[in-house]
Each structure stands twice: as C-alpha cells, then as structure tokens.
C-alpha cells in the first residue's frame, strides 16, 4: 500500500490503481482528493472537510463515492444521491477495495464550553493504517501504521505520546501538524521519538513511503 501525505490532516492510499484519501480539508492542497476511488471524512471541521472542493470533485468524477459520519453525508446527499454513505462506530464498509472499520464516536474536547461534535476514525486493511480524525481513539486490534494527530487546539505533546504508547503501533506518521511550525518539529520529533515506543516517522506533504 502506497501511503501519500498530503497538508494537515489528508492523506492518501493506493493500491491495485486505485486511490483512496482521507480528510482533505481546507488546509490541504485543492486537488487533494482529485481522482480519488473513495473519500473518507472524520467529521464536519473545516481542516478535515472542505464541501466546496469535495463537490467539485464529486461533480468531475461521477464514479467517487464519500463514506463519512452523518453531520457531513446530510450536506452532500441530496447533491449525489447514491454515492455519500453514513457510518458510524463500529460499522464496517469495503472503499475502493480497501476494507475499513469505523471506530469512534466523539470529537476530542477543545474546552468544556464547546460541545463536543462527531468524530470517527478509520481502520484500513485490517490495521494496516489508523487515522482517528481528530480524537484519541484506540482500535480494539493491532494497528500497523498510526496517522498521528501531534498538533491541535485540543491536545498538548504528554497526550500524544501517551496515545502512541496506548495504540502501540509499529509505526507512527504526522498528521494534523499544519499549525506546527518547522522551529517546534524538532522538539516534537524527539520527544514522541524517544518517549513514545514506535518508531516515529514525518513525511513531506506531497512525498510518499509504502505501509
């Protein structure tokens, strides 16, 4: 499986030639998730789910289909009948020939006076790659690759490493580090790499590794 990092929190599989990307937002490159098989969004955030662009792509390729939770499948529905699909925790779906499971129900909190909002994680391939949107959701299976969200309003870096150390994978990428800047990465690094138990990797946005 080909493994593409895209802006902030999007990324990209591939495999047997065909693509599937997970929550290209407003932060990620505007053709994020042009010519994608499949769609999958976490949840109704602008950095995860940019409706303008997704229909754009939607309306060029009329065999895209999206998968997400329902506060963003309502938005799109009655647009492309047929083709958004609602999932919830525990809900299992097969996208572009990628299995995925869906773990998760809410939103990491940003504050106690903000309600807290859906959010659901995707388990691809039977554990092959995790990516929790944004939340510190653990799969009940071993996850391979962890997409790690190390950089947002609403966690700190004891958090994040404590989650690497809860999911234990093998592996664990960057994601949600838009915010981050290249003078904080080398702390980030060193303190997730050491402190964390996996291996520790970032990725470029726009550069690729297999999984």
């Known amino acids: ?6 802006s902030h929190a999007c990324i990209r599989l591939e495999k ?19 010519g994608a098989d499949a769609i ?21 390729g009329p065999a895209t289909e999206v998968w ?7 938005r799109l529905t009655a647009a492309f009948p047929g083709r958004v699909h609602t999932v919830g925790h525990g809900d299992t779906f097969t996208a572009a020939g990628f299995d995925v499971q869906v773990h998760g129900e809410l939103h990491a909190e940003i504050h106690p006076d903000i309600p807290r909002i859906t959010n659901v994680g995707y388990l691809v391939d039977g554990g092959r790659v995790f990516h929790p949107g944004d939340a510190l959701t653990v799969p009940d299976r071993p996850v391979e690759t962890l997409m790690l969200p190390v950089m947002a309003p ?11 150390r809860e999911v234990k994978p093998q592996r664990a990428y960057d994601i949600h580090d838009a915010l981050l800047t290249d003078l904080a990465r080398p702390i980030y690094d060193h303190q997730i790499g050491a402190l ?4 520790h990797l970032r990725l470029a946005p726009g550069t690729s590794a297999e999984v």
Do not use: C, Q
């Open 16 to 34: 047997d030639g065909r693509a599937l990307v997970i929550d290209p937002g407003v932060f990620s490159e505007e053709d994020a998730a042009v």
């Open 40 to 60: 999958l969004i976490t949840h109704e955030h602008p950095d995860h789910f940019d409706e303008e662009r997704l229909r754009v792509v939607l309306e060029a």
């Open 68 to 74: 997400t939770l329902k506060s963003v499948a309502d």
């Open 154 to 164: 609403w966690n700190k870096i004891a958090e994040v490493i404590e989650y690497v």
């Open 1 to 6: 499986m080909k493994l593409t990092k895209k």
């Open 196 to 199: 964390g138990g996996a291996e």
